[in-house]
């Protein structure tokens, strides 16, 4: 309650039991001084109103294109150059290129060229993932096995005819950060000696195509951006130890992935300790 007097009156204001005066000598009154400032310090602050920022829509392909997959053997991620080479059994080394396109289609070229070789030996690679999940793989893949040179010695057991095998296969993966490795199996397609004809001179050998059924294995360990493969197939026997680099042209991941996931390096920053 106000009470307004003379104008050069002092304003008074009627506060319990005592008065306080705004002008002139001032007096207190201590017991709602004290609730005044028990108020003010047990109010709760209002909430202050913070307006969300515009949600960015992400397009779905990117969105798939940017999940998390197994760094595999068998399959490059979309957008990716993975440069290679081999060595092994029955190819001597091998080297190839292959691209990835949409993280679920591989196109390749695989090359070697040795000393009694006129030109360098050329085939073409292709896979084709039906399922990339982010410890599970699963497609079909189709290479070839590229041989030396037959050689002419006169032993009618050494094949003097040409050789490549064409590998048709399904691959089904399982991949943990570094790690990754699985089965492969399906038909190989072979030139072998026949059987049922015998040399016509000793330096020849009658050959003949045959189908079979083939598989093998395949383990990789590495980074995303480089790893080691050892590859064994069979009954037509081929096994090699490839290392690859892979390069980023125009994926849409994030770049690096150069050192290995999960290792601790002396040069990183300690991660703070909770109490």
Sequence with gaps: MFQLGAPKARRCHRLGWKTVALGGRRRFNAP?????????????????????????????????????????????????????????????????LHLG????????????????????????????AF??????EWGVHYRQTLYPSPEVDGDPKTESFPQRDHWMLSSLSWG???????????????RIKDPGQDPPDPDTNPS????????????????RRW????????????????FDVRFGLFEMRRKGGWRPSGVVYSTDRRVPQWR
Excluded: C
Aim: proline fraction near 8%; charged fraction near 15%; aromatic fraction near 8%.
């Design 32 to 96: 709602v001084l004290a609730a005044v400032l028990s108020s003010v310090v047990l109010m709760a602050p209002a909430e202050a109103t913070v307006e969300a920022p515009p949600s960015v829509d992400v397009p779905p392909l990117r969105r798939y294109l940017t999940r998390q997959v197994p760094y595999s053997a068998r399959f490059v991620d979309h957008g990716v150059l993975k440069v290679s080479g081999a060595g092994g059994w029955p190819h001597l080394y091998a080297l190839r």
């Design 227 to 242: 790893g080691f493969t050892a590859s064994m197939l069979a009954p037509q026997l081929m096994a090699e130890l490839a």
């Design 131 to 136: 399922l990339r999940m982010r410890h599970i």
């Design 176 to 190: 943990n950060h570094w790690l990754s490795g699985g089965f492969d199996f399906g038909l190989v397609r072979a």
């Design 208 to 223: 003949i195509i045959r189908w079979k059924l083939g598989g093998g294995l395949h383990l990789r360990a590495g980074t």
């Design 101 to 128: 396109i949409l993280d679920h289609l591989v196109v390749g070229l695989q090359t070697h060229w040795l000393p009694n070789q006129r030109l360098p030996q050329l085939s073409p690679e292709v896979s084709v």
